[in-house]
């Protein structure tokens, strides 16, 4: 299987990424943990691709790409693209590079999550300044509500995660992301799954979508 999960922030990619993976078997490729790990690494397009981080700068798609090359390449088995493509040339030459390694997108499941429900997600999140650590006031609260349970530090809300900040993200994600979504609309292979439920009622839908999807592939 060889998937990738499209969604704005906040719609849970990650964590049902994760959960394919075990469920099926295959590799999370998240973009972010790809370009830190090959920096970490230092190999020689680790190295290229350093300068740009470093320098605060977006890695060009085209070091993006050789990158994914080399890391679908080496895999053995399937993978789930997450946090990938994110513009339409992204995803024009990611499809490309696929092709051409013979190893084409099986499935692209798009998650869409009710406005609300969103908002909601941003405004209970907090973290703890000292040591990082990421909770939530409805899904994940600490022990004693606004302090991290490790140190008892006061949680903070993250500056990203304001809601004037956020309103912003998630408008600069469907303007984007809405060419995306047609280029693979129209390509086929395409599913739309609500994560606007919880986590255990989303993981079911999402597992249930790709199992049928690949009964009948
Ligand atoms: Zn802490």
Redesign the pocket.
Same mark, same amino acid.
């Given at each position: 299987m060889r998937m990738a999960l499209l969604g704005p922030p906040g719609a849970g990619k990650g964590t049902q990424a994760s959960r394919i993976c075990q469920t099926f078997d295959l590799v999370h490729l998240s973009s972010g943990d790809i370009l830190r790990s090959e920096k970490m690494a230092g190999t020689p397009l680790g190295l290229r691709i350093r300068d740009f981080i470093d320098n605060g700068l977006l890695v060009p798609d085209h070091l993006m790409i050789e990158l994914m090359q080399e890391k679908i390449l080496g895999l053995a088995k399937g993978f789930v693209l997450d946090g990938y493509p994110r513009t339409l040339n992204q995803a024009q030459a990611l499809n490309r590079m696929l092709f051409e390694v013979h190893r084409p997108l099986m499935l692209v499941l798009n998650f869409v999550v009710d406005p609300e429900v969103l908002s909601r997600r941003f405004e209970g999140r907090r973290i *703890?300044p000292?040591?990082l650590?990421a909770y939530h006031i409805d899904s994940m609260p600490p022990k004693v509500a606004g302090f *991290?349970d490790?140190?008892g530090?006061a949680l903070i809300i993250r500056e990203d995660d304001l809601p004037d900040v956020v309103r912003k993200r998630i408008e600069t994600y469907q303007e984007t992301m809405a060419p995306v979504i047609a280029f693979y609309a129209q390509l086929g292979n395409f599913k739309t799954v609500n994560t606007s439920g919880s986590f255990k009622d989303v993981t079911r839908m999402v597992l249930d979508k790709i199992r049928r999807h690949f009964e009948d592939f």
């Open positions: *703890c000292e040591c650590t *991290c490790l140190d530090k």
